[in-house]
């Protein structure tokens, strides 16, 4: 039996948790929009042809934003192929999935299905293989009122109030040799600069977000980050992390390490934000869009049998439809812990993606949706978390997690509240129990409900023949006593305590 202790300290604020911080990522991108959100024949659809099953589990999902339409797609997309009259949109290869995009759904489409969801649009914009012009036209068309050629247009399609978009992102993983238009650090920065200066000459207050690095262990990692802000820094509010973890060669105890590599990520880019503000004798906040995070089996997707045939262009193809294991939920939870604990820095992020592609959400066609392990975690923590997120000083035992070092077995990350504070804690260990004391230090006194995420089987998973095999259950070992939470934490483990 594993032993931890943790201590809250009340007065040590790490920062106010931004609602954005639990957002996703719609991609036309494999089934996640085509079959995805978006199927005029199932029985469950209304009348804009979007599924209210679907619809019902991104409610309970708690999601805040969601990013769209890509990814690498955006990269080659036509933002005008989209909208007008649904039979005359062209259909197109999309070079960065092999596929056919019919784009019977685009930029008025997916803004209702944003309104009926209850979250907000995040439109990224195309900095690979279109500029700053294409940019500024796809912000007139979606923002302006009316009164302009394409304002006017947008309502001609039956929009007739502009969407509002606030957060947009500039370019998609534009550090990437695979991305279409891929740049070095200087010419991306110099288009991203030139791109946030004319977005905010529409409106000063946009929040804009500059492409970071796809990844830690990209090569260019650091010296992007320094690059890009050297030339925009007091021109967009945000730069974006992605991060995809993984199983690799079976080392659970690596693979649950994880969110230490994510806390790792923040606080490299963090420094650099530092750096360049310092250099610039800046007082304008820089803060982290982590845009893309999840577990990504990649090689896997890699191994794939995918149609690479140059005259075959399958619609909605199934890709990337990963089929997540109690593990993976856990390992994601502890990913949302790292957001938790690095508010000060970081202000949004999107669980990437949404539906059927890496996502929490599964659909079949003209079938059922279920929830993937996954769903649970995200749920939990957007529901509960709330207010700020405190300093906690975790005393717990370590393990070897191989390329991280030395990795505590247990982690803990407390919210608090209007409603009062929420604990949350993991049991990294694949051996052992954790008997977890967190002392809260008098700022609750009563237990409103608690969850745990854990299983006899680490692999179980939830399938379409099984969709339920996998859920919360009620964490019967949390007790609070003299101020002290007390938990039992099973092998490999996820809990959520809110307390009042
Ligand atoms: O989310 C899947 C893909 O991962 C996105 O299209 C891309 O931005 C990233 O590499």
Redo the contacts with the bound molecule.
Sequence with gaps: MIRAHATVRPDAVIGDIDRRLFGS?V?H?GRCVYDGIYEPGHETADADGFREDVLALVRELGVSTVRYP????VSGYRWEDGVGPREQRPKRVDL??HSLETNEVGLNEFARWVEKSGTELMLAVNLGTRGVLEALDLYEYTNIRGGTALSDLRVSHGAPEPHAVTMWCLG??MD?P??LGHRNADDYGKIAAQTARGLKQFDPSLQLVACGS?ARDMPTFGTWERTVLEHCYDDVDYISC?A?YNLKKGDVAAFLASPVDMDLFIAEVGQAIDEVRASKGSDHEVRISFD?W?V?DIERYHEEDKVTDPQVWPVAPRL?EDSYTVTDAVVVGGLLMSLLRNVDRVAAASL??LVN??APIMTEPGGIAWKQTTFFPFATASRLAQGQSLTVDVDAPTYDAGKLGSVPLVDVVVTRGEHGAVVFATNRSTTESATVEVDLVGISTEIDEAWLLADDDITARNTLDDPERVGLRAFDSAVLDGGVLRVELPPVSWGAVSLS
């Design positions: 990522f991609e991108l890509g990814g690498n797609f960065a999935w998609n993983e990437g695979w991305q796809s992605h995809y893309e999840n990504w990337l990437a993606q592609v890496i």
